[in-house]
């Protein structure tokens, strides 16, 4: 599907297609604290075509990932991989996000008892997440 998506001041957008029809939730602690909550994310093809990318400030969030957000108005703009392709961009930041129905959850051993979903999702535990991807890291 493709998308566009603006911060909240404007100087930051991006336009792509999603990489699946879908959004994931995920329930860290790193992502309650960057994102409130949970961290509702669509994934993006490569190839993300970002507008104003001189306001984009990146943090690096673990050994791993990092984070990007507009420096003029904060917006949360994206978690990637530092190595590979995987971009994820919160639902929030598209500017149409319909039938991006929320199929997975992970890290649910950590989610905040003070929130819930509706509908069935696919629930992974942060373990069962880190031995999806060293499996992928491996191959």
């Keep these: 599907m493709q998308?566009?998506?603006?911060?909240?001041?404007?100087?930051?957008?991006?336009?792509?297609?999603?990489?699946?029809?879908?959004?994931?939730?995920?329930?860290?602690?790193?992502?309650?604290?960057?994102?409130?909550?949970?961290?509702?994310?669509?994934?993006?093809?490569?190839?993300?075509?970002?507008?104003?990318?001189?306001?984009?400030?990146?943090?690096?969030?673990?050994?791993?990932?990092?984070?990007?957000?507009?420096?003029?108005?904060?917006?949360h703009l994206f978690y990637r991989f530092k190595e590979g392709d995987m971009l994820t961009v919160p639902l929030g930041l598209l500017d149409n996000s319909d039938g991006l129905e929320l199929k997975k959850q992970i890290f649910i051993d950590e989610k905040s008892p003070n929130y819930s979903f509706s509908g069935d999702t696919t629930n992974m535990t942060g373990a069962e997440v880190i031995a999806a991807f060293q499996s992928l890291s491996n191959s």
């Design 3 to 75: 998308t566009t998506g603006k911060c909240l001041c404007g100087l930051v957008s991006v336009s792509a297609t999603t990489k699946h029809q879908e959004s994931d939730a995920c329930h860290c602690g790193m992502c309650q604290k960057w994102s409130g909550s949970a961290f509702i994310g669509v994934e993006l093809n490569d190839g993300a075509h970002w507008v104003g990318e001189e306001n984009i400030a990146v943090y690096s969030s673990s050994e791993w990932a990092e984070r990007g957000f507009c420096k003029q108005c904060g917006t």
